[in-house]
């Protein structure tokens, strides 16, 4: 019976349907000639070798099977509004940004180069309001100071803090002073002149609305998807069904690619986002759709052409592709194109972004006026043996979930050269982990060599050698040996109430020059990472500056992480109580 009351809607219930065609080409053919005699023949040299052919490809055996002629569809789409990250309470989830965009953004960084770019820009505004008069009084409350040290020994940061330092608007300050109302304060005590306060304070509000549109940054600390025990992201989202109230979550656990789609998420249906007490969070109307299609078979380049007289472009062949044994899925989609090909359909159907969409029930008219109700392929729970998809939700418990997810996700976003990268990798001899910030962030926020900064932090840090007393001994004892200043030891520690499995716990070298200097490590002690997140291949992380454009045309900047496999184990030789010997 459900299936009947599925199919109902599609022939009595639901008004005419919506045809899905938006229009109509025609093709009409443009004779040289009148005769279409010889045109009409299919001209053989040898009829009876195409004859042989034919029979040896079955083209003369009858499978009485009729073309589709008409589709209809039922579907029922439900919309996501709920975000949340690493099991924290719900948030709405409006999709005016992309959702790779939402889940890595960062609080953007208050360096030289955003307090320089800042200052700039609220010196057009003050000049703009025709109250450009108060420069120097700003540059008195909010200056760059000219001492600040760089600890990452960037000779273009020193020169560029020595051009801008007491003539250019601190725009971190200021920015700071704008959002806690200390700025409103002080030109209220400063500025004599009603309308000057009221245009300065106008500026402020102006300068406030350009970050905005500038970048995009969290609402709060909490909204943070950054796992750095993972090394990944960790967020849901879930979609109202003002239906029944019933609601679909999506866990994204192991996101680190940089890169969303159908695949990162698993449907769990035990749980359900929250929104914080005292707060709700309506759900987008659902939507009904009956449909109408008329099928077209499936085209492709390289595809085998259903016809013994036309020949297969010559750009593709799938024949002769090179194939593995464990290559299961180039296996099926290889199998797919040379023998199946011929025998799909499909028809289009638009969608919003941000929907699941389940279809209720699909009905197929065939030339010979027979229609035939097309089931799912996995419409049985997760633990049956004949279950098999290929474009699914994975459900976290045995359960069938029909459901086709549409993110809105990035398209292919403009990003910078890093400007943080740290390799993890493992070093068996010393046993222990370590974290190499090869390039590390500058105050101007550009990516500098991390290599080349821990050498000047080295010579410009480390004590004078120490002279030796003259002995006849012809070796020497070393108590320990050192590693480069960019070299982070995680060294591995108990789980508590464990007394076999161990986790990888951030340490530090003697020196006390030897800090780290990017945003990836810089967690609150103690920063334990697991065991198992860094494999013998180690892992690469990369904080880039991403661009992209919105469906509605806006500008999406923001600072974001992705984790790619490593370049394998590494030494850093690290010893210690070692005797060395002497030259001569």
Same mark, same amino acid.
């Given at each position: 019976?459900?299936?009947?009351?599925?199919?109902?809607?599609?022939?009595? =219930?639901?008004?005419?349907?919506?045809?899905? %065609?938006?229009?109509?080409?025609?093709?009409?053919?443009?004779?040289?000639?009148?005769?279409?005699?010889?045109?009409?023949?299919?001209?053989?040299?040898?009829?009876?070798?195409?004859?042989?052919?034919?029979?040896?490809? #079955?083209?003369? %055996?009858?499978?009485?099977?009729?073309?589709?002629?008409?589709?209809?569809?039922?579907?029922?789409?439900?919309?996501?509004?709920?975000?949340?990250?690493?099991?924290?309470?719900?948030?709405?989830?409006?999709?005016?940004?992309?959702?790779?965009?939402?889940?890595?953004?960062?609080?953007?960084?208050?360096?030289?180069?955003?307090?320089?770019?800042?200052?700039?820009?609220?010196?057009?505004?003050?000049?703009?309001?025709?109250?450009?008069?108060?420069?120097? !009084?700003?540059?008195?409350?909010?200056?760059?100071? /000219?001492?600040?040290? @760089?600890?990452?020994?960037?000779?273009?940061?020193?020169?560029?803090?020595?051009?801008?330092?007491?003539?250019?608007?601190?725009?971190?300050?200021?920015?700071?002073?704008?959002?806690?109302?200390?700025? /409103?304060?002080?030109?209220?005590?400063?500025?004599?002149?009603?309308?000057?306060?009221? *245009?300065?304070?106008?500026?402020?509000?102006?300068?406030?609305?350009?970050? #905005?549109?500038?970048?995009?940054?969290?609402?709060?600390? !909490?909204? @943070?998807? &950054?796992?750095?025990?993972?090394?990944?992201?960790?967020? !849901?989202?879930?979609?109202?069904?003002?239906?029944?109230?019933?609601?679909?979550?999506? =866990?994204?656990?192991?996101?680190? +690619?940089?890169?969303?789609?159908?695949?990162?998420?698993?449907?769990?249906?035990?749980?359900?986002?929250?929104?914080?007490?005292?707060?709700? %969070?309506?759900?987008?109307?659902?939507?009904?759709?009956?449909?109408?299609?008329?099928?077209?078979?499936?085209?492709?380049?390289?595809?085998?052409?259903?016809?013994? &007289?036309?020949?297969?472009?010559?750009?593709?062949?799938?024949?002769?592709?090179?194939?593995?044994?464990?290559?299961?899925?180039?296996?099926?989609?290889?199998?797919?194109?040379?023998?199946?090909?011929?025998?799909?359909?499909?028809?289009?159907?638009?969608?919003?972004?941000?929907?699941?969409?389940?279809?209720?029930?699909?009905?197929?008219?065939?030339?010979?006026?027979?229609?035939? +109700?097309?089931?799912?392929?996995?419409?049985?729970?997760?633990?049956? &043996?004949?279950?098999?998809?290929?474009?699914?939700?994975?459900?976290?418990?045995?359960?069938?979930?029909?459901?086709?997810?549409?993110?809105?996700?990035?398209?292919?976003?403009?990003?910078?050269?890093?400007?943080? *990268?740290? +390799?993890?990798?493992?070093?068996?001899?010393?046993?222990?982990?370590?974290?190499?910030?090869?390039?590390?962030?500058?105050?101007?926020?550009?990516?500098?060599?991390?290599?080349?900064?821990?050498?000047?932090?080295?010579?410009?840090?480390?004590?004078?050698?120490?002279?030796?007393?003259?002995?006849?001994?012809?070796?020497?004892?070393?108590?320990?040996?050192?590693?480069?200043?960019?070299?982070?030891?995680?060294?591995?520690?108990?789980?508590?109430?464990?007394?076999?499995?161990?986790?990888?716990?951030?340490?530090?070298?003697?020196?006390?020059?030897?800090?780290?200097?990017?945003?990836?490590?810089?967690?609150?002690?103690?920063?334990?990472?697991?065991?198992?997140?860094?494999?013998?291949?180690?892992?690469?992380?990369?904080?880039?500056?991403?661009?992209?454009?919105?469906?509605?045309? +806006?500008?999406?900047?923001?600072? #974001?992480?992705?984790?790619?496999?490593?370049?394998?184990?590494?030494?850093?030789?690290?010893?210690?109580?070692?005797?060395?010997?002497?030259?001569?």
């Amino acid at each position: 019976m459900a299936d009947i009351d599925n199919l109902r809607p599609l022939f009595f =219930q639901l008004p005419p349907f919506r045809p899905a %065609i938006k229009g109509w080409n025609r093709l009409e053919g443009r004779p040289r000639q009148a005769d279409f005699e010889r045109s009409l023949r299919a001209e053989v040299r040898d009829p009876l070798w195409m004859l042989t052919r034919q029979w040896q490809f #079955g083209e003369f %055996i009858g499978e009485d099977a009729g073309s589709p002629v008409d589709a209809r569809m039922l579907t029922h789409q439900t919309y996501l509004n709920r975000y949340a990250v690493k099991g924290g309470p719900a948030q709405p989830l409006p999709i005016d940004i992309p959702l790779e965009t939402r889940v890595e953004r960062e609080a953007w960084p208050d360096d030289l180069g955003s307090q320089v770019r800042t200052g700039r820009y609220f010196e057009k505004l003050l000049r703009k309001q025709g109250v450009f008069s108060t420069k120097n !009084a700003h540059l008195t409350q909010y200056s760059i100071r /000219a001492d600040e040290p @760089n600890t990452t020994y960037d000779k273009d940061t020193d020169q560029t803090r020595e051009a801008v330092a007491g003539k250019i608007i601190n725009g971190g300050l200021l920015v700071k002073a704008i959002r806690d109302g200390s700025y /409103a304060n002080w030109v209220d005590l400063t500025t004599p002149s009603t309308d000057y306060r009221t *245009k300065q304070k106008d500026a402020a509000n102006e300068l406030m609305v350009w970050l #905005g549109q500038f970048s995009s940054q969290p609402l709060s600390d !909490a909204d @943070n998807a &950054w796992a750095a025990s993972n090394l990944e992201y960790q967020f !849901a989202c879930a979609a109202d069904d003002d239906t029944n109230g019933s609601q679909v979550v999506l =866990q994204a656990e192991q996101y680190e +690619n940089g890169q969303l789609d159908w695949y990162s998420f698993d449907v769990d249906i035990d749980n359900k986002l929250e929104a914080p007490e005292g707060s709700t %969070i309506e759900p987008i109307k659902s939507l009904d759709e009956c449909l109408s299609f008329i099928p077209a078979p499936v085209s492709f380049q390289g595809m085998p052409n259903p016809r013994f &007289w036309q020949m297969e472009s010559e750009r593709i062949e799938f024949a002769q592709m090179d194939v593995n044994t464990t290559d299961v899925i180039k296996l099926i989609m290889t199998e797919f194109m040379l023998l199946y090909s011929n025998d799909w359909c499909v028809f289009p159907y638009e969608r919003k972004i941000g929907s699941l969409c389940n279809i209720r029930g699909l009905v197929v008219t065939d030339v010979f006026g027979q229609r035939t +109700n097309i089931r799912s392929a996995g419409s049985t729970i997760d633990h049956e &043996w004949t279950r098999w998809s290929f474009f699914r939700q994975h459900a976290k418990a045995d359960a069938s979930v029909d459901l086709s997810l549409l993110l809105p996700a990035l398209g292919k976003p403009a990003e910078s050269q890093p400007v943080e *990268k740290v +390799n993890f990798i493992r070093d068996e001899m010393s046993n222990m982990v370590w974290a190499i910030e090869s390039v590390i962030p500058s105050p101007l926020g550009r990516g500098v060599n991390g290599y080349e900064s821990a050498l000047a932090a080295q010579n410009a840090t480390l004590p004078p050698p120490i002279t030796l007393l003259p002995t006849a001994a012809k070796i020497r004892y070393i108590l320990g040996t050192s590693v480069p200043y960019n070299w982070i030891p995680f060294i591995p520690v108990q789980v508590p109430n464990n007394n076999r499995d161990i986790q990888l716990q951030r340490a530090r070298m003697p020196d006390s020059a030897a800090l780290f200097k990017g945003e990836i490590l810089d967690e609150t002690a103690p920063y334990f990472i697991h065991e198992e997140e860094v494999p013998r291949s180690g892992k690469l992380i990369t904080r880039t500056y991403q661009r992209t454009r919105t469906p509605a045309g +806006n500008v999406a900047l923001w600072v #974001g992480r992705k984790v790619t496999v490593g370049r394998g184990e590494g030494s850093s030789g690290l010893g210690f109580d070692q005797l060395m010997d002497l030259e001569g």
